[in-house]
């Protein structure tokens, strides 16, 4: 299912975040949204899940304008992992991944074998099955984060939507991770992440998007959107893409003066 | 790890049911033993046309009312804790027990309820519906809980400051110890007719309610990601607004501000319901009943001593509830 923007402008309390963005997420393809902070990464990212009211543009939703999906449907089709890891209360971790099976629930109803089945699956791919039982508010933060991506993956969704959902992560879990990215991807899931690890971004992602003050001042392969030039452009940095062993790897040199 | 998990999943499932049947079941061994509690004994040793009198009269309107009433404080705070994510609402904050005080207290000032007695629980309700209107205009159709509860602050605060003036001006002194009494809350002396005033908008405010559960489980990891699962936010608040202002205003329209109940009931029956903020909706309704049952027979059983209100033994239960968070908050956030 296709994720675009055409021309889409967001402000949030009247101060303009972004300004005239587009951005195609495919089926099979894994976006990263890059840029400094407060480049409006995450405002992008609300705005495609249809949580921000737009000032301008349009996002579709599998070609259609996002106004014409219910949230009830949209959340069946894609589903969205926030900056923001708080939990609120002291829930334990296999209940929050349950929590991805909400829209597929009848008021009332009690989970399926296929939610059972959905969630326990999603908690093995995430590495967090041996958490089940754990209250949320005893494990790790990265151990969280692996804990709400789950439960997006809960979600079974044609569109997984991730704001930064690598940081916090040890290396290990940060390849695991986005190599699933890469599998759901392959499975026919249209992935869009925001992301500060260019490294990662250039390894793992089809294609990278580059936003500077709500712009996008790059966008398409990784090779030419993680130039040195754009860099430079985007955060200030001296650095270069190289390829290490095969491995594509952003060497950063420093900050230009 | 393959077999421990059909094992595990259907103690998840079985859990909240057995926790639901067996508060249930404390709420109706609460409600039977009130009926049995009263001057004239258990079995109502008295002449027969007078045994009916007493239990339709006496007994019968109190003990519903005391379910009734317990069950909306009870759901009632743990749907706006689950709304807030703050253990420490209480229904209250939505203004709506200062509103239906407001009103109760002008039934009594104007001389109202003295011309016909229904006009004590028709303006507490008046009252009520009014706080409630104003809470809603006052918070806007957008934003979240935060200007709620702001709105229900300055709603209760001017109610309050009005239910002083009226008291301030009353120049018939056994009318402000009527209102004084009143504010107070009692189960006693009320009716049948009491019971059917309140009983179906307190049912229907708790449906309303009950509705709320999904979201509420939702709202747990925030409000994106809660509009992320489907939650219509907006739709979400206007649902425990109006389902708090019916269930807790119609309550208190006829017993009277009785505190502390929505506040403890959630917060002690919370560990059961694994935190789980729409589990534990449905377990704090059968609880709000027992409790409130059983602090109403208690009372009853210590009449003859100490003729004690039941707002005023709530509230002296919730005083040392407080003591008691604040002891294991500071072992719990000790170094």
């Not at chain 1, 587009?22 to 899940?49: F, H, M, Q, W, Y």
């Not at chain 2, 009130?34 to 040793?45: D, K, N, R």
């Not at chain 2, 509860?149 to 009005?162: E, R």
Request: with cysteine; proline share 6%.
């Amino acid at each position: 299912m296709k994720l675009e923007a055409f021309a889409l402008s967001a402000a949030l309390r009247g101060r303009p975040v972004l300004r005239s963005v587009d951005l195609a997420a495919r089926p099979g393809e894994v976006t990263a949204v890059i840029g400094p902070n407060g480049a409006g990464k995450s405002t992008l990212l609300r705005a495609l899940c249809g949580l921000v009211p737009t000032t301008g543009g349009r996002v579709l939703l599998d070609s259609l304008p996002l106004a014409h999906w219910s949230r009830a449907r949209i959340a069946r089709v894609l589903a969205y992992v926030p900056q923001d890891r708080t939990v609120h209360w002291a829930l334990g971790v296999r209940n929050v991944v349950a929590l991805g099976r909400l829209p597929f629930r009848t008021a009332g109803g009690a989970p399926t074998a296929a939610d059972a089945a959905a969630v326990d699956a999603a908690m093995a791919d995430m590495d967090v099955a041996a958490l089940a039982d754990r209250p949320v508010t005893e494990i790790s933060g990265g151990e969280l984060a692996r804990v709400l991506i789950a439960r997006a993956l809960a979600q079974r969704p044609a569109v997984l939507v991730a704001d930064e959902p690598a940081a916090g992560l040890d290396p290990a879990h940060q390849l695991s991770l986005f190599a699933h990215f890469r599998r759901i991807a392959g499975a026919g899931c249209t992935v869009v992440v925001a992301l500060h690890d260019l490294t990662l971004a250039a390894r793992f992602c089809h294609s990278v998007v580059l936003l500077r003050s709500g712009t996008v001042i790059a966008a398409g392969q990784a090779e030419n959107v993680l130039t040195s030039e754009h860099l430079a452009a985007a955060y200030g940095i001296e650095a270069r893409l190289a390829v290490l062993d095969g491995i594509p790897v952003v060497q950063v040199r420093g900050e230009l003066p | 790890m393959s077999i421990a998990r059909p094992a595990a999943a259907r103690a998840e499932a079985v859990a909240p049911r057995a926790l639901l049947a067996g508060l249930t079941a404390f709420a109706v061994l609460a409600f039977l033993l009130s009926l049995a509690v009263g001057p004239a004994g258990p079995l109502i040793e008295a002449a027969p046309g007078a045994r009916w009198l007493i239990f339709s009269e006496i007994r019968l309107p109190r003990a519903l009312l005391a379910a009734l009433v317990g069950a909306a404080l009870g759901l009632s705070g743990a749907a706006l804790q689950g709304y807030l994510r703050n253990p420490l609402a209480e229904p209250g904050l939505v203004g709506v027990s200062g509103g239906a005080a407001l009103g109760a207290v002008l039934a009594i000032h104007t001389g109202l309820s003295q011309a016909f007695a229904l006009a004590l629980p028709a303006g507490g309700l008046l009252g009520a519906l009014a706080a409630m209107a104003a809470v809603i205009l006052l918070a806007g159709p957008r934003g979240g809980g935060i200007t709620l509860i702001l709105a229900g602050l300055a709603v209760s605060a001017l109610a309050t400051a009005l239910v002083s003036l009226a008291l301030n001006l009353s120049a018939n002194p056994f009318a402000s110890v009527e209102m004084v009494f009143w504010l107070m809350g009692s189960l006693a002396d009320r009716s049948l007719v009491h019971v059917w005033i309140a009983a179906p908008l307190i049912l229907a405010g708790l449906a309303l309610l009950l509705r709320a559960c999904r979201a509420l489980d939702a709202l747990s990891l925030g409000e994106d990601a809660a509009a992320s699962l489907g939650v219509d936010l907006p739709a979400t608040r206007l649902l425990i607004v109006v389902g708090i202002s019916l269930a807790v205003g119609a309550g208190t329209a006829v017993t009277g501000v009785i505190g502390f109940i929505g506040l403890i009931v959630p917060h002690a029956l919370r560990p059961f319901c694994a935190h789980r903020p729409g589990l534990l909706v449905l377990a704090s309704a059968p609880g709000g009943a027992a409790m409130l049952t059983v602090a109403d027979v208690a009372l009853r059983l210590a009449q003859p001593y100490l003729d004690v209100r039941i707002g005023v033994l709530t509230a002296l239960l919730g005083a040392p509830f407080f003591v008691w968070l604040v002891l294991r908050a500071r072992t719990e956030l000790a170094p």
